[in-house]
Nanobody
C-alpha cells in the first residue's frame, strides 16, 4: 500500500522556520522525483519545489527561492522541505507528491497534506 505521510506543519511567526518531512512507503522511492506543492484557501495548487530521484538537482518556485530548500534521504525514504524566513503568504496546506514517467505512463502519489500557518 502506497503511503506518503507529511509532518512538521504548524503555526509560526513571520520570519520563522519550519521543516516539513514526508515519509514514503509502498513504492520504490529512489526511482521517483519528489515534489512539494501548496494550496492556499481560494487558490490553485502551486508547485513549490522539486528534487530529482537521485537528489542531484532541485528546482524552486520563484516565490520561495532563497528561502526554501528541498532535500531527500533515499536511505530513509523521506523528503524534506526546509522553510526559512516564512511570510504570511506562505500560509497553505503543503502536499508531498511522488512522480514518475516510465514508458510514457505517468504515475503520481499524494500525501494528505500538512497545514502551515504563518501569523503573528
Amino acid at each position: 500500500q502506497v503511503q506518503l505521510v507529511e509532518s512538521g506543519g504548524g503555526l509560526v511567526q513571520p520570519g520563522g522556520s519550519l521543516r516539513l518531512s514526508c515519509a514514503a512507503s509502498g513504492f520504490t522511492f529512489s526511482s521517483y522525483a519528489m515534489n512539494w506543492y501548496r494550496q492556499a484557501p481560494g487558490k490553485e495548487r502551486e508547485l513549490v519545489a522539486t528534487i530529482t530521484s537521485n537528489g542531484a538537482r532541485t528546482i524552486n518556485a520563484d516565490s520561495v527561492k532563497g528561502r526554501f530548500t528541498i532535500s531527500r534521504d533515499n536511505s530513509k525514504n523521506t523528503v524534506y522541505l526546509q522553510m526559512n524566513s516564512l511570510k504570511p503568504e506562505d500560509t497553505a496546506v503543503y502536499y508531498c507528491n511522488a512522480a514518475l514517467i516510465r514508458f510514457g505512463i505517468k504515475t503520481n502519489y499524494w500525501g494528505q497534506g500538512t497545514q502551515v500557518t504563518v501569523s503573528s
